[in-house]
């Protein structure tokens, strides 16, 4: 069973710092990584993907992508009450779009 | 309209109903999927219509039943449910072929099976 696995939290981060978010996966084959937020209630929305190892970064958000060790993260710069949600790791092995997605972790952003 | 619609967005039904979930695509995409969302479990993959071809996750019972009569129109059919069905059914699409395969999702329908 090919697995994506994050801890659901809730991760509580004060307002300005890092959040940093972290997901496994089992599938060694997989090439491609996504990053989806989803507010309460709302539909997942694409934050960033990464394809090759190491950093990138798009505004306050960096991804992080390690193959040899079959983890990707996540991290949230300057973190806003507007970033409370769930973030849901997605891991594809080939372009069909047969994405596995993590069960997403929680995180609260307290004034 | 743009994005992603899907309709109904939310459904009550029993047991012994038969109804189906629609959902419209407005982007272009070549790729339309069923995706169901349960409480604190992950996204899975119902099914995927790429090019006309249908790809499905075989664990999906025949109570759900799919039918994408264009690259452009996505339905799921709905009969003799179980409560366990409750759960927010999430369509999306993408375009296959063109690097990343980002999927961009509809706002889902939620469906209470009694």
């Known amino acids: 069973q090919k697995e994506v696995e994050q801890n659901s939290g809730p991760l509580s981060v004060p307002e300005g710092a890092i959040a940093s978010l972290n997901c496994t996966y089992s599938?060694?084959?997989?090439?491609?990584f996504f990053w989806y937020r989803q507010y309460s209630g709302k539909s997942p929305e694409l934050i960033m993907f990464i394809y090759s190892n190491g950093d990138k970064e798009d505004g306050r958000f960096t991804a992080q992508l390690n193959k040899a060790s079959q983890y990707v993260s996540l991290l949230i710069r300057d973190s806003q009450p507007s970033d409370s949600a769930t973030y849901l790791c997605?891991?594809?092995?080939?372009?069909?779009?047969?994405?596995?997605f993590g069960a997403g972790t929680q995180v609260v952003v307290t004034p | 309209e743009t994005g992603v619609t899907q309709t109904p967005r939310h459904l009550v039904m029993g047991m012994t109903n038969k109804k189906s979930l629609k959902c419209e695509q407005h982007?272009?995409?070549?790729?339309m999927y069923w995706y169901k969302q349960s409480a604190k479990k992950p996204l899975e993959l119902m099914f995927v219509y790429s090019l006309e071809e249908r790809v499905e996750n075989n664990s999906v019972p025949s109570r759900f039943s799919p039918e994408c009569p264009n690259s452009s129109h996505l339905f799921l059919h709905l009969h003799t449910l179980q409560p366990e069905d409750s759960a927010l059914y999430l369509c999306?699409?993408?375009?296959?072929?063109?690097?990343?395969?980002?999927?961009?999702f509809g706002a889902g329908s939620r469906l209470t099976v009694l």
């Open positions: 599938d060694r084959g997989s090439q491609s």
């Open positions: 982007l272009g995409h070549n790729a």
């Open positions: 999306a699409s993408s375009q296959q072929g063109s690097g990343a395969n980002v999927l961009t």
């Open positions: 997605a891991v594809a092995g080939d372009s069909w779009g047969k994405l596995q």
